[in-house]
């Protein structure tokens, strides 16, 4: 049996979160076990082993039966060969262009060079962020000479991100796009501050003074201590 993928780098979206929610199932049956019961190790067991079963069937591209017909041999290789994804998902260099489907596309991380509609559409995907990854990747990137939702078609863009692009690219570019989002509203409190201090000391009534130090002192809070996006 052929691996169709050996490893974060061919891995694609659409698999990772399909492979995501096999784990988050397992997870829910394994909480419903009390560790109190004379079975558990037992219920354990086959719980992880029907989870190993079923990521190795969607990695190899083969049924459940498929997998049970074969030697203990084969499938501790198997088995051993689909570990990785058990390992945390690697960070990689985010690149200025991507191909993807025969399709070359421009990454945009700058939110300067957003479009409305594009911060929109990228504000309404960002409140689930994982289920929406390739939603949210077809927002950061553009066809190249093309510009954001214009001449070409914004939902197949989105099935082929989630079909063909490795979840690990799309996990680097959303964290880097996320970073790089708090670090522009960041910027714009410190900016928010400064103007705060001059109106501060333009001002003529105690009333008025008061007002602008809680203001301040809220600016500099959120500053010191970040501003909680919606994709954390």
Known sequence: MELRHKGWATLPIKEYQAIAE??????????????????????????????????MARL??????????????EVAEMSAAVAWVNDPVPTISTPDEITISGVRYKVVVDMSKFTFGQYLDYQIYQADAFANAAQLMACLLIPLGKTYGKGYDLGQTAVDIAEHMPFATAHSLLCFFAKAQRASV????????????????????????ERLRKEIKALRLYTSHGCHLPSE
Do not use: F, H, W
């Open 22 to 55: 096999l784990s988050r199932k397992a997870s829910e049956e394994l909480a419903q076990i009390s560790e109190d019961s004379a079975d558990y190790n037992q219920r354990r067991g086959e719980i992880l082993l029907d989870l190993d079963i079923d990521i």
């Open 186 to 209: 960041r910027s714009s409190l410190r900016s928010m501050t400064k103007e705060k201090r001059k109106q501060m000391r333009r001002a003529t009534s105690t009333q008025e003074r």
């Open 60 to 73: 190899y591209n083969v049924t459940r039966d498929e997998i049970l017909d074969l030697s203990y041999e």
